[in-house]
């Protein structure tokens, strides 16, 4: 059983940067897929960016491709998600997830963490 949680959220301004960390616990993550999912208010849950823990693939939304980073730390078993020039509509709790592997669904999740921009 893996757990995960969340932390690094807050209030910023327009523009500013964010890092979400995502600690991993309970379980060998060598062969996971580990993702970040957000959701605003009154949306649905929207992909963020992934990163397979083993080789270090990352895979990324179209609305943050080129101003979000998602990387992992081996050592630490945590995920990171740097977020910069963030905009008003990134505004959303921001989920991390781990997939025992590529090809399985998302079977963890954590509890969450606010991020609200503000313009």
């Known amino acids: 059983q893996v757990q995960l949680v969340e932390s690094g959220g807050g209030l910023v301004e327009a523009g500013d940067s964010l890092r979400l960390s995502c600690v991993a616990s309970g379980g060998t993550l060598s062969s996971y897929m580990m993702g970040w999912f957000r959701q605003a208010p009154g949306k649905e849950r929207e992909f963020v960016a992934a990163?397979?823990?083993?080789?270090?693939?990352?895979y990324y939304g179209d609305s943050v491709k080129g101003r979000f980073t998602i990387s992992r730390d081996n050592a630490k078993a945590t995920v990171y998600l740097q977020m910069n020039a963030l905009k008003p509509e990134d505004t959303a709790v921001y989920y991390c997830?781990?997939?025992?592997?590529?090809?399985?669904?998302?079977?963890?999740w954590g509890q969450g963490t606010q991020v609200t921009v503000s313009s």
């Open positions: 990163i397979r823990w083993s080789g270090g693939n990352t």
């Open positions: 997830a781990a997939a025992p592997n590529p090809m399985s669904s998302y079977s963890y």
